[in-house]
Structures are given as structure tokens and as C-alpha cells.
């Protein structure tokens, strides 16, 4: 079975890829957990959303049309120093650009949110729990977040602008966790950067400890007390 972290790393090797001076760790300048609620995970975690047998319509559509100029570089460039922001604007661009590379290489849906979500979430999880997972696994995870946000009336309410600003975004945050863990491997400190980021990042969805992704997708352990 194919892993995660060997894909990423042969998919980074053939990418030319930022070096992520100064948009690899930090403030990402906007919250999409504003719009895309932490329950929408606890709703729908332990309710088998990779079976739709018993869903009585399909899943809303969870693609976005692609923008002719994206929006979101320069909004998180905006939190940055005013002399950094063009170059944190062009840094981006191009950790935007590379994610649209890397999903078609670990076979991603195609500028699809939950796809983006997916990626974010799973290179969370490798960087705070320090272990691999399958690309099956990211895979299934994919399929289980389209279920969970296509049947979600929270996500049916948001306007094409904020999907596409969601998806632009966690592609560009997805992206920074799996370089930015690639590449701080066989550095104990920056190593331990990750991994607070991640477990930062995982916490604004689900409980960082209880999270469990496998093969079937993402799932939650028993609490320990």
C-alpha cells in the first residue's frame, strides 16, 4: 500500500517548489473555521459517511470554479509587514499553484474543497502524531469529507466567493504542512515547530488527541475519561 509521506516526498521532488521564508509558519491572516464550523466534523464523524446507501439524495457538489486571479494570496499576505507583503503575496501564489500539482499526483479531485480539506487535515495529523498514513487513507478521508460537507446545510448556505476563498485557502495551508514537514526532517526544533502547528490546526476541526485516520477515513477514539 502506498504511503502518504513516500508520495509527498516524490511528488515534491519533481515540483519546483517555494522556500517558504516567509509564509512557512505564522499567523494565515483569515479563519475558515468561521464558516466551516468545528461540528460539522462531530456531526457526521462516527455516522459511516463513506457509506451513501442510506443517504437519500447524492452530496452536493464540492468542486469550485477556478478563479482567473485568486484572491486569498493577498489577503494573508495583508496580515504580514507592509515591505514583505508582494513577496509573501508571490510565496502564495506559488504554495497555491504547487497544491494544484501535488492533489493530481496523490489523485485529489480536481480544485475540489473537500479534497483541500483532506490534504490540510491528514498533513496535520502526519505532523502532529509524527506517524504515516496510506494514500488510501487521504483518499478516503476525500470521499468521507464530501459526504459530510455535501449533506451539510451549513456548507449549502455559503456563496460560491466563500468556497472558493475556503478552498484557496487550505490548499495554501495544506501545501505549507507537507512541505514544511518534508522539509524539516532531520531538524528536532523545526520538527517540533510542525507539530505544534499541526496540532493548532487540527484543533480548530476535531480534538487533536482523540483523531484517528485510517484506511476508511477519519474517525474518533474513545474519550479517556
Known amino acids: 500500500m502506498a504511503r502518504f509521506i513516500t508520495l509527498v516526498a516524490l511528488a515534491v521532488a519533481t515540483l519546483a517548489v517555494p522556500r517558504l521564508a516567509h509564509a512557512q509558519w505564522g499567523n494565515p491572516g483569515i479563519d475558515f473555521t468561521d464558516t466551516l464550523e468545528r461540528d460539522i466534523m462531530y456531526d457526521r464523524i462516527r455516522s459511516s459517511p463513506n457509506d451513501s446507501s442510506t443517504r437519500s439524495a447524492p452530496a452536493r457538489s464540492t468542486s469550485v470554479a477556478k478563479r482567473a486571479v485568486a484572491r486569498i494570496p493577498a489577503m494573508m499576505a495583508a496580515d504580514g ?3 514583505k507583503r508582494a513577496a509573501l503575496t508571490q ?3 506559488l504554495l497555491l499553484s504547487t497544491y494544484e500539482t501535488l492533489a493530481a499526483k496523490l489523485k485529489l479531485p480536481d480544485h475540489d474543497l473537500a479534497g483541500a480539506l483532506a490534504l490540510f487535515i491528514c498533513g496535520s495529523y502526519v505532523a ?3 506517524t504515516d498514513i496510506s494514500n488510501a487513507a487521504l483518499l478516503a478521508t476525500s470521499r468521507q469529507l464530501h459526504e459530510m460537507l455535501g449533506h451539510h446545510a451549513a456548507f449549502a448556505k455559503l456563496t460560491t466567493d466563500q468556497k472558493q476563498d475556503m478552498y484557496e485557502q487550505l490548499a495554501i495551508l495544506s501545501t505549507t504542512m507537507v512541505l514544511g514537514r518534508e522539509r524539516a526532517m532531520g531538524d528536532q ?3 517540533a515547530q510542525v507539530r505544534a502547528l499541526g496540532r493548532q490546526y487540527l484543533a480548530g476541526f476535531v480534538d487533536p488527541d482523540r483523531l484517528q485516520i485510517t484506511d476508511r477515513g ?3 477514539a474513545p474519550r479517556t475519561r
Open 91 to 93: 510565496e502564495y501564489e
Open 128 to 130: 502532529y502524531h509524527g
Open 189 to 191: 526544533a523545526q520538527l
Open 81 to 83: 509587514p507592509a515591505d
Open 218 to 220: 477519519i474517525g474518533l
